[in-house]
């Protein structure tokens, strides 16, 4: 049964859009069994993004995955989706029903150690509309969040995204701001990250 009351909801005090934070959204006991299925069921890839002309490896490893072989392009790279597992599918309708969404497509991102990191970045692009919703959920060794705005150079802020936690980044998020993972100082173990959108 779907729980219709999740944990504590956190609301970011960031002006110009709307992000909700929910740090137990999983259990640990559920976060634990996921993280595992996670690892084994997804077929990780690591691909060559382009980046200000310049073409390297992904400092994470990803997958994607979706309805409808609708592809995602991101950074000179374009990936096609495999077919939604019982796992992921699990997890999506957990989040579906309380972003009151129905998400399309989700990018599985594994990072594995503290070298790897997720640049300055929006989740933009143009098959995901003007104002998209993300959702953002997070197995595995916590990692530094950052934000910032895009024009006001006092905004930001750095949020500690924890084993089983969830964030919301609703309307206003992809315009007004950009997000990153940076690499980390102290050694970490793997961390799984699924950031569901919709692609129109």
């Known amino acids: 049964m779907l729980d219709l009351f999740p944990k504590e ?12 934070f929910y740090p137990n959204f999983f259990s640990t006991e559920e976060a634990n069994v996921l993280f595992q299925k996670l690892i084994n069921e997804t077929p990780w890839q690591q691909d060559d993004i382009t980046i200000f002309g310049k073409k390297i490896a992904q400092p994470r490893l990803t997958c994607l995955f979706g309805n409808e072989g609708k592809p995602y392009s991101y950074s000179g790279l374009t990936m096609q989706p495999h077919a939604w597992n019982s796992t992921l599918i699990f997890i999506k309708e957990k989040i579906d029903q309380i972003a009151e969404q129905n998400f399309t497509t989700v990018l599985a991102n594994l990072y594995r150690n503290e070298k790897d990191s997720n640049g300055w970045h929006a989740d933009n692009e143009k098959e995901l509309g003007r104002n998209p919703i993300i959702a953002s959920v997070s197995f595995g060794e916590e990692r530094k969040f950052q934000i910032k705005h895009n024009t006001l150079s006092d905004v930001k802020m750095t949020l500690n995204l924890n084993h089983g936690s969830l964030l919301l980044m609703k309307e206003g998020s992809q315009i007004h701001y ?21 692609i129109l």
Do not use: G, M, S, Y
């Not at 950009?178 to 919709?198: G, W």
């Open 9 to 20: 909801k956190i609301i970011l005090p960031l002006p110009d859009a709307i992000f909700e």
């Open 178 to 198: 950009k997000h990153q993972i940076p690499k980390a100082n102290q050694p970490k173990k793997a961390r799984i990250n699924l950031t569901f959108r919709t």
